[in-house]
């Protein structure tokens, strides 16, 4: 005869055989690439700024045929990475540091920075390091473009 603690142990052997199935099944739906009709394009204007410099440094750069994985932005200590796309939004993974920037331009220093940053196509999002005296300044757009 099986004693309680042999019974309980193949229960728990079981159900996390289970669960580790159920994961791989998700793990797998997720991983699968992106089905989108067209090529995705993310525009990213870059701008440097301080109170030293009267003028920002700015430049851009297109992105396209993105994937998952891809870094987009890295400097200093701030990376954005593609996380997710498709035909209706791009998912940016942020290393921190990057807040949204309010409507008026101005940001919030108490802000909790997010991990993740959604812009849905055919729009933009103004995101800002959170400094005082100099930072970063990154518009990131998210289009699609019909194929050839």
Known sequence: MMDASKKTRGILIGLFV?????????????????????????????SYWSDIETKPNEYTNEFTDIKKGDVIYEYAHYKLTV???????????????????????TINLNDKDPKTFTI?????????SQSMD???????????EEKE
């Open 134 to 144: 100099g930072g970063v300044s990154l518009t990131i757009s998210y289009r699609i």
């Open 120 to 128: 849905p196509v055919n729009s933009e999002m103004k995101i800002v």
């Open 83 to 105: 996380k997710r796309i498709s035909e209706d939004a791009v998912i940016l993974r942020s290393s921190g540091g990057l807040i949204e920037a309010n409507p008026d331009g």
């Open 18 to 46: 289970i669960i580790l199935g159920a994961l791989a099944v998700v793990i797998g739906y997720l991983s699968q690439p992106a089905n989108i009709d067209g090529t995705p394009v993310v525009v990213l204007t870059t």
